[in-house]
Every structure is written in C-alpha cells, then in structure tokens.
C-alpha cells in the first residue's frame, strides 16, 4: 500500500506510515483540511510490524457519482471498490442465493451474497457477509410516471403508468443489480468511516484511504545481523550456514522473526527423484497467523513470476476459488498478491 505523506499537499502521493495513535492524530489534523480521511478515532498498535499506510483516491462528479435525494452525491461501485482495494479489502466469495421466475421463466426475485476479509492492525483478519437482491415487483412500484408526459403537445405517458423500458432493462441485468448490492453493503460494513452520500463539496477532496501494512524495518534496524540476512535474501544470495531465530519483545508482545533464504541447490544423481520439503523453522508457540505473515512477506521482492507461480500453487492446494478468476494475478498489486498470499497460506489443504 501507498505511504502516509511527509508534506500535505492535493498532489503528493508519498505518505509515511504511522505507528502510534499520537502520530496518526497529528497527521489526521493536518491532512484533513485537503483530504476526506476515513481513520477510526483509535487503532489498538500490538504488533512492531504492523503500521498504518495510507493511499489517495480522489473522485470526478461527472463520472463516479450519481445524484440522490437531498441534492447529495453517492459513489459509484467501481469508485467503492477501488476505495476498498486501497483499504486492502478482499472479496473472498460470491455467489447467487436465490432466483425465482415468472410464468415466461423471467428473473422476478434474485438475492446474492459476498463475503470478504479485511487485516486488522492487531493482526487478526476482520471478516463478514453481505446480501443484496433485486426485485422486479419493488421496482414496478417505484418506476411510474410521477405526472403526465408530453412531448410536441402529445401525451405519451400518463401519471402512474409504469415506465416499461426502464424496468425492462433493469430485469435484464438483475443478476449484476443483486450483486452489486452486495459488494455496496460489504464495502460499507467493511469501512465504517465511509458515509453513504457526500455534498458536491466535501467530493472536491479525495479520500485518504488507511491500510493495514507489514514493514520490519524497524525491526531489523534493531538487529543487523538479521538485517543483513533479510537483505541477502531480497537480493537472491544463497546461504548455506543455518539462520538464526531472533525473537523480538515488545510491550509484552512477542514477535518472532525467522530468515527463509532459499537452501542451496543439491546434485540430483540421474534416475533418482528427490521430494524438497519446506523447512519449518518456526520456534515452538509460533502461530499459524504468525507464520502465514512471515512466509508471505517473504515474496513482496520476488520476481512477479515467482509470486504468480505461489498463489496459483496454493490456489490448487486449497482448492480456492477466487471470486474473479478471469482476472491476471499480475493484475493486483504486489501488496494485495502478498496478502492472498496469506490468506491462502491459513486456509486448511483440499482432502
């Protein structure tokens, strides 16, 4: 995810990451005479390595927003999910739940749910449901002519009939109307600080969007020894001497940190098959969480490749099903493939 900024400023993308609640009130106080910042008052910081990043979304009138009663403006899906993509939300599934039809076969009742999952700053993974439906009978009632149309003296539609071509269309597409209730109605459960209409104002400031990130620098900056390693390791250097285990106390937490440099190639006599097995290295109480995390990070400097090949891995070992499976691995950013990264990595191998 992008940096918390170092200068306010509409135009600066750069932002720093923040670790502490002091930190983030001072930076909020600041940024919010430029930016709409959907921040909670409070973050419960627990973990060294998770900080607080923030991304810069801003919004055009014309394009990604539609006008709704009061003279407000709502936001289109496709601005709600690229807020929520920034947010590191995850649609995890979606699926049609219910369909019922007409004599002619018809869509007259769809509902749809999605679930998704979002990290945490303590480090556990926020997750919930939503359903959205489209209903043909709710919008016979809602699409009718409100007076008399004319047009060139002539009336075309009188108060109270339906308009046909309106409802048509909608039926035509209920299934994408439903689901996009749903993704709407998630969007908003998952972030809270998002209001549901703004003035034409208020949308003059893009929204600043915080995220959950993982960054070990100041940790390793607190043991060069594993610095130097984890650089290695980000430069591809192969090691052969045993790695150590650094544990790191913090505040009564305990963070524990473990190098997987790649081992050395072995000489495969000819004929002969040898099964390469991960070593787990992870010192005993180390939490599936916890190592989940640290694997992943592991391929935030791989090539993309490399991070490709991972999550297709682990997609068939899960039997995951993504809920865009059309779309590139590629085309997510290296911080969203680290997250499915672990998030595949918790989920329990296909029987």
Same mark, same amino acid.
């Given at each position: 995810?992008? =940096?918390?900024?170092?200068?306010?400023?509409?135009?600066?993308?750069?932002?720093?990451?923040?670790?502490?609640?002091?930190?983030?009130?001072?930076?909020?106080?600041?940024? %919010? #005479?430029?930016?709409?910042?959907?921040?909670?008052?409070?973050?419960?910081?627990? !973990?060294?390595?998770?900080?607080?990043?923030?991304? &810069?979304?801003?919004?055009?009138?014309? #394009?990604?927003?539609?006008?709704?009663?009061?003279?407000?403006?709502?936001?289109?899906?496709? &601005?709600?999910?690229?807020?929520?993509?920034?947010?590191? /939300?995850?649609?995890?599934?979606?699926?049609?739940?219910?369909?019922? &039809?007409?004599?002619?076969?018809?869509?007259?009742?769809?509902?749809?749910?999605?679930?998704?999952?979002?990290?945490?700053? $303590?480090?556990? *993974? !926020?997750?919930? *449901?939503?359903?959205?439906?489209?209903?043909?009978?709710?919008?016979?009632?809602?699409?009718?002519?409100?007076? $008399?149309?004319?047009?060139?003296?002539?009336?075309?539609?009188? &108060?109270?009939?339906?308009?046909?071509?309106?409802?048509?269309? @909608?039926?035509?597409?209920?299934?994408?109307? +439903?689901?996009?209730?749903?993704?709407?109605?998630?969007?908003?459960?998952?972030?809270?600080?998002?209001?549901?209409?703004?003035? !034409?104002?208020?949308?003059?400031?893009?929204?600043?969007?915080?995220? *959950?990130?993982?960054?070990?620098?100041?940790?390793? %900056?607190?043991?060069?020894?594993?610095?130097?390693?984890?650089?290695?390791?980000?430069?591809?250097?192969?090691?052969?001497?045993? /790695?150590?285990?650094? =544990?790191? #106390?913090?505040?009564?937490? *305990?963070?524990?940190?473990?190098?997987?440099?790649?081992?050395?190639?072995?000489?495969?006599?000819?004929?002969?098959?040898?099964?390469?097995?991960?070593?787990?290295?992870?010192?005993?109480?180390?939490? $599936?969480?916890?190592?989940? %995390?640290?694997?992943?990070?592991?391929? @935030?400097?791989?090539?993309?490749?490399?991070?490709?090949?991972?999550?297709? @891995?682990?997609?068939?070992?899960?039997?995951?099903? @993504?809920?865009?499976? $059309? !779309? %590139?691995?590629?085309?997510?950013?290296?911080?969203?493939?680290? =997250?499915?990264?672990?998030?595949?990595? /918790?989920?329990?191998? +296909?029987?």
């Amino acid at each position: 995810m992008s =940096e918390v900024k170092k200068s306010i400023t509409t135009q600066a993308v750069d932002f720093p990451r923040v670790s502490d609640n002091n930190a983030l009130q001072l930076f909020i106080e600041e940024v %919010k #005479k430029v930016m709409i910042p959907l921040v909670p008052e409070l973050y419960v910081f627990t !973990k060294p390595e998770l900080k607080i990043g923030f991304q &810069k979304v801003s919004v055009n009138i014309e #394009k990604d927003t539609y006008l709704v009663d009061g003279g407000k403006y709502s936001l289109h899906l496709n &601005k709600l999910s690229e807020i929520a993509q920034a947010a590191g /939300l995850i649609i995890t599934d979606s699926k049609e739940l219910l369909r019922e &039809k007409d004599e002619s076969g018809r869509a007259t009742l769809i509902k749809h749910q999605v679930a998704w999952e979002m990290k945490s700053i $303590d480090g556990s *993974v !926020k997750s919930g *449901v939503a359903t959205g439906e489209y209903n043909y009978l709710e919008d016979c009632a809602r699409f009718v002519y409100k007076a $008399d149309e004319v047009k060139n003296g002539k009336t075309i539609a009188k &108060k109270g009939e339906l308009k046909t071509a309106q409802i048509n269309k @909608r039926r035509t597409y209920g299934g994408s109307l +439903a689901e996009s209730n749903a993704m709407s109605r998630a969007i908003s459960k998952a972030l809270t600080k998002l209001q549901q209409s703004f003035t !034409k104002e208020e949308l003059s400031k893009p929204f600043l969007i915080p995220c *959950v990130i993982t960054d070990f620098t100041d940790i390793l %900056k607190q043991h060069p020894d594993l610095e130097k390693l984890y650089i290695s390791q980000q430069l591809g250097i192969l090691q052969s001497a045993p /790695l150590p285990i650094v =544990e790191i #106390k913090q505040q009564a937490v *305990v963070t524990e940190i473990k190098e997987t440099l790649p081992e050395p190639k072995k000489e495969i006599e000819e004929a002969q098959t040898v099964e390469e097995k991960p070593k787990d290295n992870f010192p005993p109480g180390t939490s $599936d969480e916890e190592k989940a %995390k640290i694997t992943a990070e592991t391929f @935030r400097e791989s090539k993309q490749p490399e991070r490709t090949a991972e999550v297709e @891995r682990l997609v068939k070992l899960k039997n995951y099903k @993504r809920a865009n499976p $059309d !779309k %590139k691995i590629e085309g997510y950013s290296i911080d969203k493939q680290v =997250e499915l990264i672990e998030s595949l990595l /918790l989920l329990p191998d +296909a029987k």
